[in-house]
């Protein structure tokens, strides 16, 4: 039970940050990734196409999901929305 206690916040200040940073992450998701074609800036669909981007953005989730598994899972699902919206708009140039 050791990694239980490893996950928990160390502090108040990281407690908030974690509840802030979900929080964020749901209204994203909620406000954004729920709805089909929602039209993104242009600038983050022409950065998507450079692999390093897509290699960034994936560093960013593992990052978070070590930070906190709540955090984690909000990114990963704005990761594969944007994904998902992103492979839809370049499809119809």
Known sequence: MDWIQALAPTSETDK?????AAFFLFAWNWLVATHLENPYPATLIDS?????????L???VVLSAMWCPSVGIMA???YVCLGADVLFFT???
């Open 16 to 20: 908030y940050l974690r509840v802030v």
């Open 48 to 56: 998507y196409a450079i692999p390093l981007t897509r290699v960034g």
């Open 58 to 60: 994936l560093a960013l």
């Open 91 to 93: 499809s119809r140039k």
């Open 76 to 78: 990963a699902l704005a």
